[in-house]
């Protein structure tokens, strides 16, 4: 299976371009992928979008249409238009080349920061068909103006990882209807932008929850590869450095994985990481 994910910011490349179809080209030219994850689309927001690129969900569905989308944005505005029936919103999409068993998309814990930007966050979950059996693709982007937000974010994800587990040790009485016993995953990928570095204290949470990093998992020791900052250093003058991830959980660290990151675009402040496993 083969899954991309990638923070797009909204098409704006490094020349301050924000053709989003210069994006989904990309995307589509990097090859044939299983799940899609992105971040940062939006739809109606003139800050974010061209004239005539105002929705760019309508867009990626245009591009993709071997694809079935989950779109998850955290708000959804009156749009500022005469047109009262548009909504601004903005978020992460899921295409899913199969078509999810199940999806839901989790509104992100957002506490009060004083005098700090912030917006509703959310995390996309799909449900998809293996070898293994259901498996759970998380795809999302926290917080990044407030550590203690960020923080909030990373243990919410992992309550959803909990209440898996639990799940899987006393199952529920099946029944019908609403009562079915739907597709509990047999295991879970986070992936996105988590707007923290291997350095943080978030990193380190996530390994003593047992998450696996895809990337060490695939390359041992060797440092990350940038993906963030390597041609933006309007936005990071820190340069080159690595806050997106893929995280597998225990019942996906056996198995073998290639994950890589594609350093040469520049059509977003992020880079595309392309993750490979055998399930």
């Known amino acids: 299976m083969r899954i991309l994910s990638w923070n797009v910011q909204y098409g704006k490349s490094s020349d301050g371009n924000a053709d989003f179809s210069r994006t989904l080209q990309h995307v589509q030219s990097l090859g044939d992928f299983d799940v899609i994850c992105l971040q940062e689309l939006a739809r109606n927001m003139p800050e974010y979008c061209m004239p ?18 989950v779109w998850g944005t955290g708000f959804s505005w009156p749009a500022q238009d005469v047109n009262c029936d548009l909504r601004q919103e903005f978020g992460n999409i899921t295409l899913v080349k199969s078509g999810p068993l199940d999806f839901r998309v989790h509104q992100l814990p957002r506490p009060a920061a004083p005098g700090k930007e912030q917006m509703q966050r959310v995390a996309v979950e799909s449900v998809i068909d ?22 909030r974010q990373v243990e919410h994800l992992n309550h959803l990882e909990q209440e898996r587990a639990a799940h899987h040790r006393e199952p529920k009485r099946v029944g019908t209807g609403t009562y079915q016993e739907g597709f509990l995953a047999s295991a879970r990928m986070l992936c996105g932008d988590f707007n923290f ?3 943080t204290a978030q990193y380190r949470y996530q390994l003593d929850m047992n998450w696996a990093d895809a990337w060490h998992r ?3 020791n060797d440092l990350h590869l940038p993906t963030c900052g390597i041609f933006d250093a309007a936005q990071w003058p820190q340069g080159g450095h690595c806050r997106d991830f893929f995280w597998l959980s225990p019942e996906l660290q056996s198995l073998e994985v290639e994950i890589s990151v594609d350093t040469d675009t520049n059509l977003s402040d992020h880079q595309p990481v392309m993750l490979e496993i055998c399930i």
Do not use: W, Y
């Open 130 to 151: 293996s070898k293994i059996g259901p498996v759970s693709i998380i795809n999302t982007h926290l917080a990044f103006h407030d550590d203690n937000e960020n923080q």
């Open 197 to 199: 570095t291997p350095d």
């Open 218 to 220: 695939c390359h041992g």
């Open 52 to 69: 005539g690129q105002s929705d760019h969900l309508l867009m990626t569905q245009r591009f993709f249409k071997e694809h079935k989308v």
